[in-house]
Every structure is written in structure tokens, then in C-alpha cells.
């Protein structure tokens, strides 16, 4: 079975401070995404990596930078943290090889509260 | 451009009676549909997906979904609700094609209630 860890389920940061979200998936895929949920919008795409040490920005990049060094692990930075910046933040992988390599395996999920 | 929609923010059912949480689309080219679940607190988790092939796709826990190409809907659905079934439901269909990755665009989510 895919797995994709996240290095916490919850978080609470001060406005202001920098924040690293780490994800790490354990089946040699390519793509990997970032994403933030809020009631009512559903998932909106952060940032996402196709491969080590290449990005592209999603929908809402403002206020996100990411890094990806390694292919196992995508790492989502939040440079000064802002209360709006409370969520849930989801991390997922897929398969660039793959017949159904839109199909997105995801983790458990941070839950940041920013205040 | 691709996109989905769930006009249902809530469905309400009573355990045993039959499910339908409802899901349209528009995309450009073959349609690659997903529906997953989302318990409180927990990632998402695959249910389904219609790539090619049979119009009823069967998933996990006894969920199916028919795929309608001429009304462009791909209605999630269950014989029999249990109370357990009680999450989000998010309904997906394969994104803009953007570099190399293949994206996925979700809808806004349905929260199913079963009522015991």
C-alpha cells in the first residue's frame, strides 16, 4: 500500500513565524502536490513537484514556497505565517507512469491554527 | 476547462435506505473521474474511479458510481446507507494539463449524514 506521512496532525504556530510542513511518500512517485482545505471551497492546489528540485505554483501560491531535494519528501513553507493562513493543509503523491496516474494518494493531514 | 460540481453541500439519509450523492462535470477529452472519502480529522481516501470501460464502476465498501456521458454526471451511490458511511465525499475529474503533472480538480465536497 502507498503511504504518505505528514509530520504533524496538528499545529499551532504564532503570526509571523515560518513554518515547514513535511510530507513524505514511500512509492518512487514522481508527482507531488500540496493542497489547503476549508469548509465550503474544498481543495485548492498549493503548490505540486514532478520531479526533485522542480516546482510549479497551483492556485493559491501566495504566502507558500516549497522544496522538494529529495523525491520522497515535499516540504511546504509558509515564510511569515498569517492567521488566515489557518487550515487544513493535505499532502498527496501519484504515479507520472502509470495507466491512472491521476489517481492521488493522500496523508492524514495538518491541522494549523495560526494565531 | 475542467471542473466539477456537487450542488448538494448536505445529504441526510436514513441507515438502510439507499444512497446518491450527486457529482457533474465538464473536461475536455476523455473524462478521468475519482470519488473519495474523507472521515473528521483524516486525509482523503480512493473510492473509485471511471477511467474507460463499464458506465457502473464498483469501489470499496460497497460504494458505486454510474458514469452518464450524455448528462456528464458520475452520481456516487449505495444500496444500503450505513451510519458509518457518515463523512465528506469529494468528487474529482483529471485537471489542466499543467507541465507534467497529472492534476486533479475536486469539487467542493458533500457531507453525507445517516441517520440512525
Known amino acids: 500500500d502507498v503511504k504518505v506521512t505528514q509530520s504533524s496532525r496538528y499545529l499551532v504556530k504564532r503570526t509571523g513565524e515560518k513554518v515547514f510542513l513535511e510530507c513524505v511518500q514511500d512509492m518512487d512517485h514522481e508527482n507531488m502536490f500540496w493542497y489547503r482545505q476549508d469548509p465550503g471551497l474544498g481543495l485548492r492546489l498549493i503548490y505540486f513537484s514532478y520531479d526533485v528540485k522542480m516546482k510549479e505554483k497551483g492556485d493559491i501560491p501566495e504566502g507558500y514556497s516549497v522544496s522538494r531535494e529529495k523525491k520522497e519528501r515535499f516540504s511546504l513553507i509558509l515564510e511569515s505565517a498569517s492567521t488566515n493562513q489557518t487550515s487544513m493543509y493535505l499532502c498527496?503523491?501519484?504515479?507520472?507512469?502509470?495507466?491512472?496516474?491521476?489517481?492521488?494518494?493522500f496523508g492524514p493531514g495538518t491541522r494549523l491554527t495560526v494565531t | 476547462a475542467q471542473s466539477v460540481a456537487q450542488p448538494e453541500d448536505q445529504v441526510n439519509v436514513a441507515e438502510g435506505n439507499p444512497l446518491t450523492v450527486k457529482c457533474t462535470y465538464s473536461?475536455?477529452?476523455?473524462?478521468?473521474l475519482f470519488w473519495y472519502v474523507q472521515y473528521p480529522n483524516r486525509g482523503l481516501q480512493f473510492l473509485l474511479k471511471y477511467i474507460t470501460g463499464d458506465n457502473l464502476v464498483k469501489g470499496s465498501y460497497g460504494f458505486e458510481a454510474e458514469f452518464n456521458k450524455s448528462q456528464t454526471s458520475f452520481h456516487l451511490k449505495k444500496p444500503s446507507a450505513l451510519v458509518s458511511d457518515s463523512a465528506l465525499y469529494f468528487c474529482a475529474v483529471k485537471g489542466p494539463l499543467r507541465g507534467s503533472a497529472r492534476q486533479l480538480t475536486f469539487g467542493s465536497g458533500t457531507q453525507l449524514t445517516v441517520l440512525p
Open positions: 498527496a503523491s501519484s504515479s507520472l507512469w502509470t495507466e491512472d496516474g491521476y489517481q492521488q494518494y
Open positions: 473536461v475536455s477529452g476523455n473524462p478521468y
